[in-house]
């Protein structure tokens, strides 16, 4: 077997050992992309009079990361972020723990130890993408104090016949929520998870299965 037989090889069993691995490369090499638009655009302020703090917030994340992108805006950002994490699964299996959602949970102020996390990765996501959830971007642990946040500050979109989802837009189920990353042409609504059998995934549902739904961008 020769060398670029063997390294083949060697990559198809990565790819069926971790089968988002190349997803949440192409999401990293996407959000590096969004940093260094970032950076480049805070450099071509310098000199233009902007205070220093102005220089590094004249280009947000979301919209260097929509310029990566070639269009869209914090709900591309949301769903780029998101997809750096599908894989991340529960060390040990039901365990609600593992390093990486730690830092899910860390994106929660005062967040306990470890519990049903589906909200947390939520939460995480939107604070990448620079629109976070809660009063003063607190974040949420429980599913119902996100809806009961979405209702009060006028950002919740009760599901119904008419009503269609944008690629970013939170989803809330009944004690489960995710990320939309799509809507095909039948209703069906394609999103990212955190805490779906343990761990970060995409999965799809019919129109009718949300609650509703939380804009915020």
């Not at 929520?177 to 799509?182: A, C, L, Q």
Request: glycine share 12%; aromatic share 6%; charged share 15%.
């Amino acid at each position: 077997m020769s060398l670029a037989t063997t390294l083949d090889r060697i990559a198809e069993i990565r790819s069926l050992a971790d089968p988002y691995a190349a997803q949440r490369a192409a999401a990293a090499q996407q959000a590096a992309q969004a940093l260094q638009a970032q950076k480049a655009t805070a450099a071509g302020t310098a000199g233009s009079g902007l205070t220093s703090s102005a220089q590094a917030t004249a280009r947000s994340f979301p919209a260097a990361l929509q310029a990566a992108q070639g269009g869209g805006g914090g709900g591309e950002a949301m769903v780029a972020a998101a997809r750096t994490k599908l894989g991340v699964a529960e060390q040990p299996p039901g365990s609600n723990d593992s390093p990486e959602i730690k830092t899910f949970r860390d994106a929660v102020a005062g967040a306990p130890g470890p519990g049903p996390w589906c909200a947390y990765f939520v939460s995480w996501a939107a604070k990448q993408a620079g629109t976070p959830v809660g009063d003063n971007g607190s974040g949420f642990g429980s599913v119902d104090a996100m809806w009961s946040w979405a209702q009060r500050s006028g950002k919740s979109i009760p599901n119904g016949p008419n009503v269609r989802p944008q690629v970013g837009d939170v989803i809330i189920f009944d004690e489960h929520t995710g990320i939309v990353t799509g809507v095909d042409p039948d209703g069906t609504v394609r999103t990212i998870e955190g805490n779906t059998s343990d761990r970060v995934a995409e999965r799809t549902h019919p129109a009718n299965a949300a609650v509703g739904y939380i804009r915020l961008h």
